[in-house]
């Protein structure tokens, strides 16, 4: 007969073992780091022995400004670590490119930095445009760079005002959301779309500037700058925001380039690196303007970047508006580029090519591409491998916002749960950018 073993009897005076009961034992059990008892990598007991606190920040919490998790332990009001988590929103747009024709994948690039489309639709025509060797019109460029600027302003306002409301200043959030709805409507004018924007096409734009365009855009020079003056007059030198902002999350260099940031995060640290100046494209080489750089990579220094930034980007589009050159707004491309409508009507050759591109028919030459363009958070990039096929083999996408935010449980180690959302804010972490 099998016997059993009797398990003591913790209460009974025979136990006279020296393990401790189930009763006597710590709370938590697992691998020691220092001092520090850990469960699946996360302390849950301080240094002297007080226990600690898990907090989930997120995924649907109104100050993550997105869909995404951070599971914090907390000591008291102080963070000791974080786990982030991601992919709450993850759309495959990758691998859906894998069964799209090129132009289908303008429509995915919309709904990554959703803030300033029109830089994620025209970052991928240029990419195309390389693999298929398109030389866009001059005109085209500079409406380009019209479109891309107004959308990096209205970026960086949604990025810092909502910085101000994080830090408890809602006015001057509903004063720049004025602007922002100005920029809106001159998409409208130009694509009919406001958010998502699809804006232009392979080979320059879907339509050139209309005389209702150029007014709204002559209109915004004009109204813009006493909007954005009395924004930073209400923040720059407010006490009660620097108090919150300066020495919050700082960024060395070092870390900086460790983590592979760039954009404004990058510059904000001192280095000076923006796609506009070391790799021109769309005639940036032609425009004046500066590069805005910061000292400690403190959220300060995030926010004033930006903020030297909607500047820098208001006069480039001062400078285009002027020089506009005459000419045609796209490329004589008429296997990429769907011809006008009433062409398709009455021209064979028009209804052959619109027949064709629309579905999806036109091989794409054999090559490998890489190209980038400065977006509203850093470095964005579209990396397309074809193999001859109606559709890309490969697409990877440089996300700005994928790559810096691996840093943020770091930036947010020994400070408070009302900074860790100061960092969040100013880091302009963008859940469509972030997950894609």
């Known amino acids: 007969m099998q016997r059993t073993a009797k398990k003591p009897n913790p209460m009974s005076e025979t136990n006279t073992n020296n393990t401790l009961t189930q009763r006597d034992q710590p709370a938590v059990m697992g691998p020691q780091v220092g001092n520090l008892a850990l469960k699946d990598g996360v302390p849950l007991i301080a240094e002297d022995g007080r226990e600690l606190t898990t907090l989930n920040l997120g995924p649907t919490h109104p100050s993550t400004h997105g869909i995404f998790q951070n599971i914090l332990t907390m000591d008291g009001e102080k963070i000791v670590s974080g786990v982030p988590t991601i992919g709450y929103i993850h759309r495959a747009f990758e691998k859906i490119a894998e069964r799209r024709p090129l132009y289908q994948i303008t429509t995915l690039t919309d709904r990554m930095n959703y803030c300033s489309s029109p830089i994620n639709n025209m970052g991928w025509h240029m990419t195309v445009e390389k693999l298929l060797g398109i030389e866009v019109p001059k005109r085209a460029q500079y409406i380009r760079v019209i479109m891309m600027e107004l959308a990096r302003i209205a970026d960086h306002l949604i990025c810092n005002s909502i910085l101000g409301v994080d830090s408890g200043a809602f006015t001057g959030f509903l004063y720049v959301m004025q602007k922002r709805e100005e920029i809106y409507e001159i998409y409208e004018e ?30 915004f020079i004009r109204s813009f700058p006493p909007v954005m003056q009395e924004f930073e007059k209400m923040l720059n030198r407010n006490r009660i925001f620097i108090d919150r902002t300066v020495g919050v999350g700082p960024v060395s260099q070092e870390m900086a380039l460790q983590y592979g940031f760039s954009g404004p995060n990058l510059r904000a640290a001192g280095i000076d690196y923006d796609v506009r100046v070391m790799s021109p494209y769309s005639s940036y080489q032609d425009f004046d303007f500066d590069i805005p750089v910061g000292y400690s990579g403190d959220t300060y220094d995030r926010f004033m970047v930006r903020n030297g930034e909607i500047w820098e980007s208001f006069k480039i589009i001062q400078q285009a508006v002027e020089n506009l050159p005459e000419g045609p707004f796209h490329a004589d491309a008429p296997e990429y580029y769907l011809p006008p409508k009433q062409e398709v009507y009455r021209n064979m050759e028009a209804l052959i090519y619109h027949f064709k591109i629309v579905m999806g028919e036109i091989p794409i030459p054999v090559g490998e591409v890489y190209h980038a363009v400065e977006g509203g958070n850093g470095e964005l990039g579209f990396h397309l491998i074809s193999d001859g096929g109606r559709s890309p083999y490969r ?4 996300r700005p916002c994928f790559i810096f935010y691996q840093s943020y449980p770091e930036l947010c180690k020994g400070v408070t749960l009302s900074d860790a959302i100061i960092i969040m804010s100013s880091m302009n972490v963008i859940a469509g950018e972030l997950d894609a």
């Open 190 to 219: 130009m694509c009919g779309a406001r958010l998502t924007t699809n804006m232009g096409r392979f080979g320059g734009m879907e339509r050139d500037l209309s005389n209702e365009a150029i007014r709204k855009i002559r209109e």
């Open 395 to 398: 697409l990877k996408m440089r």
